[in-house]
């Protein structure tokens, strides 16, 4: 059985990429496969931007993610670079630059492309979303 590493670069709502990498996720899986990370990056970043709201019946990616993390074990790496540059900061990231409140979502670990290269040694396959 293979070790997947997942490589998530579209943001939340940008078409159906979310739910199709949940859903490969899910049927890895299944089917016997190991999936190690999750790793945010760029516009990815987004995804654990816990000010998101649900929406009505609306997929809403944050919590697929967090049911994987919880159900799988599954490690969720925020690119911490990518993630301030972008307005998704942690507690230690808002409290230095004063900023009121921080917005990362519960079950993200914030690291460095360092950290998700050295994870890459541990898996068979990176797909991309």
């Given amino acids: 059985m ?6 998530v670069t579209s943001s939340p709502y940008e ?3 979310a739910q199709r990498a949940v859903a490969f996720i899910k049927s890895a899986i299944s089917q016997g496969h190991t999936v190690n990370n999750i790793f945010f990056y760029g516009q990815g970043v987004h995804h654990a ?3 998101m709201v649900e929406v009505g019946d609306e ?8 049911a994987l993390k ?3 074990n599954i490690s969720l790496l925020l690119c911490i670079t990518a993630a301030i540059k972008r307005g998704v900061i ?3 990231e808002a409290a230095s630059a004063g900023v009121s409140a921080a917005n990362v979502a519960d079950g993200f ?3 460095g492309l360092g950290e998700f290269f050295t994870a890459l040694h ?3 396959k990176v797909v991309q979303f």
């Fill in 70 to 72: 919880n159900e799988h």
């Fill in 49 to 51: 931007n816990g000010f």
């Fill in 122 to 124: 541990d898996c068979d």
């Fill in 90 to 92: 942690g507690e230690q």
């Fill in 59 to 66: 997929f809403y990616p944050l919590k697929a993610w967090q």
């Fill in 2 to 7: 293979a070790h997947y590493s997942i490589l």
């Fill in 109 to 111: 670990e914030q690291a």
């Fill in 15 to 17: 078409g159906q990429h």
